[in-house]
């Protein structure tokens, strides 16, 4: 696919200094700059590979001031990470802008399927499932009854919707993700176990992007609900009953125990652990392997386990850096003490 720099600068609504008329075949980082590349330069840091690079157009700020003669086509706007990120997202939406229903391709007679929908070889969709327009189901993807696709949302291989539940408008769902399991839920009964049977639902709300392998049990009753614009990372488990809240994001191996309530604005980083039956306020930061054991209010920084504040944790990681020494010098006071007596 090739571009001219006239053309992406329209898109970007960009200045342009250089040839307008250089063509743009692939894009790459500024220090490994090809012939036909297009990059950017966002962070300080990189600023003097733009002095010798050799990609054709570069995206820079436009109070962007060279100090040294650049051979590469300028693409100016007001944020040229931001700007980068759009373009990279049109030039995706083209290359997966796919459409039609496979013959190879499962679609109960009572199922809704809306228009311009992608529905791949081996896809299954129950009855009474709904499909939105412009949905993209990729290979092996399974919708459960009554389930539902909103309108140009995503699911990739091997995606499995169980019955019942729910993805907004605009989702990206990631190859093996499985929505709408069982919650664990168990009733000790005579030194064995009874299953306590899980008949709410999971909801997914608009724009949200969930990671590879990520599993999100049905509620026991109601729903597991992920809010709008929630990003969650490969590798994460999500509880029955949880609540994950407007805008927070969680990064890989996160587990949050069933019918924890997170607030809106929260970045919990890799492999945190979540107590279940808790509430974490809105814009907290927690860091990775940090451990949650009970209720947060708003706007925290923590880590640790258990979680403290980040200022406290810092504080003991510098006390427990020096406990060797200090137990050095401990048992030299005792066995002078030994002496002495």
Not at 20 to 43: H, P, Q, R, Y
Not at 259 to 277: R, T, Y
Request: charged share 20%.
């Amino acid at each position: 696919m090739e571009f001219k720099v006239s053309q992406i600068a329209q898109i970007l609504n960009a200045d342009i200094e250089g040839s307008a008329d250089a063509v743009i075949t692939t894009v790459c980082k500024i220090e490994e700059g090809i012939e036909g590349g297009l990059s950017f330069l966002a962070n300080p840091k990189y600023t003097h590979y733009i002095y010798e690079t050799k990609a054709t157009a570069v995206i820079v700020n436009k109070d962007f001031t060279p100090e040294a003669p650049i051979s590469a086509t300028l693409i100016r706007v007001d944020n040229a990470y931001v700007a980068f990120a759009k373009l990279l997202d049109f030039y995706n939406q083209l290359k997966t802008n796919k459409k039609g229903i496979s013959e190879h391709a499962y679609i109960a007679p009572t199922a809704q399927v809306g228009k311009d929908v992608y529905i791949a070889e081996f896809v299954s969709v129950g009855d009474h499932a709904v499909i939105g327009d412009g949905a993209r189901l990729y290979p092996h993807v399974c919708i459960g009854d009554n389930a539902k696709v909103g309108n140009n949302s995503t699911l990739h291989s091997g995606v499995k919707l169980y019955a019942e539940c729910v993805v907004g408008n605009d989702c990206i769902i990631h190859a093996g993700t499985v929505i709408g399991a069982d919650g664990f839920g168990f009733a000790s009964q005579n030194d064995t176990y009874l299953k306590v049977p899980q008949i709410g639902n999971v909801v997914i709300e608009d724009n949200v992007e969930i990671g590879a392998n990520t599993c999100i049990d049905r509620a026991t009753m109601g729903s597991t609900r992920i809010h709008k614009n929630v990003k969650l990372d490969n590798l994460i488990q999500v509880a029955h009953n949880v609540e994950i809240g407007e805008s927070s994001a969680a990064a890989a191996q996160v587990g949050i125990a069933g019918s924890a309530k997170i607030g809106k604005h929260c970045v919990i980083g890799g492999q945190v652990g979540i107590n279940g039956h808790i509430t974490i306020g809105d814009h907290v930061m927690v860091g990775a392997q940090s451990a949650i054991a009970n209720t947060v209010p708003n706007n925290q920084i923590l880590l640790g386990t258990p979680a403290i504040p980040y200022r406290e944790e810092q504080k003991l990681l510098v006390y427990r850096k020096k406990l060797p020494e200090v137990f050095q010098r401990l048992k030299e006071i005792e066995k002078r003490l030994k002496k002495e007596e």
